[in-house]
Structure formats: structure tokens, C-alpha cells
């Protein structure tokens, strides 16, 4: 029988972006927007099939997609549960390298107007099965993805 483990860990990562509010939550709320600075995979198939890829942004409504690397596959399936327009967003989410389920989180991400631009507070909790998953690395990568939406809001600005 294989060992089965979890961790929990929680991080926030803070960000003030050079935009309005409404334009921050914009990018967050557009599948299109998503696909240039997100980590969405360009919301390739989930499953290998292409009507597997989902945005649905409003409470209740799912985004899911996946992609390849390493010869892994991964897919991310989340669900909306609080929308409040240029305010705030929560959701919770799940990680799958193949078919294993790989982590579990639970995401808040607030927006405030600060001076001329927005400040972001990204905070997950989440949970991460059987060391196949590490807190670290998904903060790694979620610190990558929120500055990436820096480079995307500042191209924005200059159109």
C-alpha cells in the first residue's frame, strides 16, 4: 500500500498594479485576457478533448483546462463561488498530474484602489497530496503568473 500524506500551507502574495480596479479584474474575468498573461495553457482541452476547456466566470460557473509538460499531463478545475465586480473573487480549485489529484486549494484574490493603480492580495490555502505537489513550487508559479499580468496590464495601457 503507498504511504499517503498531506500538507497545508497558506501564502499571500501582494502586487500594486499600474491600472484601475475594473481593469485588474478585467483580466481576471476575460477568458481572452486569461489566455495572454494567465496560466491557462491558452485553455487547451482538459481532457484531450477539445470541448473540455471551460471559462465560465460568474459564482457557480467553472474554468478548466489543461496541458502537457514533462510527458505529464496536468488539469485545473476550479469553481467560482464569490464574485463582487472590481472587488473580489473566490474560488477553490483542484491539480491532477494524469489522474491523480495532486492538490486542493481554496483562492481569495481582493482588489483596493491604491493612488493611480490597484492593489492585489492573493491568498490561497491549500492542501497537497502525497508529496506529488509542494507549496512552494505553486507560489513559484502563481508569483510568475501575477507578474506576468504586469507586462499584460502595462501593454494594455499602451494601446
Partial sequence: MTARSVTHDKFTIERTYPATPSRVFAAFSSAEAKAIWGDTGGLEPADGDAGAAEFDFRVGGRERFGHQWSGTTYRYDAMYYDI????????????YAND???SVSVTTIELAKSGDGT?????????YLDDIDQPELRKGGTTEMLDNLTGYLQSQAAR
Avoid at 463582487?84 to 491539480?95: A, C, H, K, N, T
Avoid at 492593489?119 to 492542501?127: C, I, N, P, S, V
Fill in 84 to 95: 463582487v465586480p472590481d472587488q473580489r473573487i473566490v474560488y477553490s480549485y483542484e491539480m
Fill in 100 to 102: 491523480a489529484r495532486i
Fill in 119 to 127: 492593489a492585489l492580495t492573493y491568498t490561497e490555502q491549500g492542501a
